[in-house]
Antibody, heavy 119, light 107 residues
Framework: QVQLQESGPGLVKPSETLSLTCAVS?????????WGWIRQPPGKGLEWIAS???????YYNPSLKSRVTISVDTSKNQFSLKLSSVTAADMAVYYCVRHPPAITVVTYWGQGTLVTVSS | DIQLTQSPSFLSASVGDRVTITCRASQGISSFLAWYQQKPGKAPKLLIY???TLQSGVPSRFSGRGSGTDFTLTISSLQPEDFATYYC?????????FGGGTKVEIK
């Protein structure tokens, strides 16, 4: 059973960098799928942020690309998100996800973690 | 980017009703569309992918149709556990994009 679990600070100050990690269990992160991040501001819809293949190939949302870094650590079977220069607009529930490379349907989601941006 | 427009954004219905939600893409995406259900405080759950393929374990009262730019999600007989928000997502190209959501509430 594939499981994804987000971790990281729940509170980030404006202008600082948001850092989240997703621990994957039940599947090797270096095999055959993309691993990504999707966020949802409170009461709003879903926004895809970025995805990374186990080998390191990446895709970024152009609207966030200048501030986002996604990386994978195969030794720990986890992947990470860094979002720099955060503002109140970055406050959201952040989900880590898994999707296939060809048909990007999200079949596995983490439970989500709320990140608040406030001084 | 491919824009997805869902309608309606809000729907009030009764148990047993037949409900249809529409998702329109800003350009043709063949059958590369998925539907998700989200309940408050929970991650979205995949219902349908490739426009009409039911995900394993999803009740058969859910069905999807469409190709190109126009898609529908139908719940044939609304059940109490179906009251939730539904999102479409295009699977065709990056950036991955979602519709704005349709909230289905109890009448």
């Amino acid at each position: 059973q594939v499981q994804l679990q987000e971790s990281g600070p729940g509170l980030v100050k404006p202008s600082e960098t948001l850092s989240l990690t997703c621990a994957v269990s039940g599947y090797s992160i270096s095999s055959a799928y993309y691993w990504g991040w999707i966020r949802q501001p409170p009461g709003k819809g879903l926004e895809w942020i970025a995805s990374i293949y186990g080998s390191g190939s990446t895709y970024y949302n152009p609207s966030l690309k200048s501030r986002v870094t996604i990386s994978v650590d195969t030794s720990k079977n986890q992947f990470s998100l860094k979002l720099s220069s955060v503002t109140a607009a970055d406050m959201a529930v952040y989900y880590c996800v898994r999707h296939p490379p060809a048909i990007t349907v999200v079949t596995y989601w983490g439970q989500g973690t709320l990140v608040t941006v406030s001084s | 980017d491919i824009q997805l427009t869902q309608s309606p954004s809000f729907l009030s219905a009764s148990v047993g009703d037949r409900v249809t939600i529409t998702c329109r893409a800003s350009q043709g995406i063949s059958s590369f569309l998925a539907w998700y259900q989200q309940k408050p405080g929970k991650a979205p759950k995949l219902l349908i992918y490739e426009a009409s393929t039911l995900q394993s374990g999803v009740p058969s009262r859910f069905s999807g149709r469409g190709s190109g730019t126009d898609f529908t999600l139908t719940i044939s007989s609304l059940q109490p556990e179906d009251f939730a928000t539904y999102y479409c997502q295009q699977l065709n190209t990056y950036p991955l994009t979602f519709g704005g959501g349709t909230k289905v509430e109890i009448k």
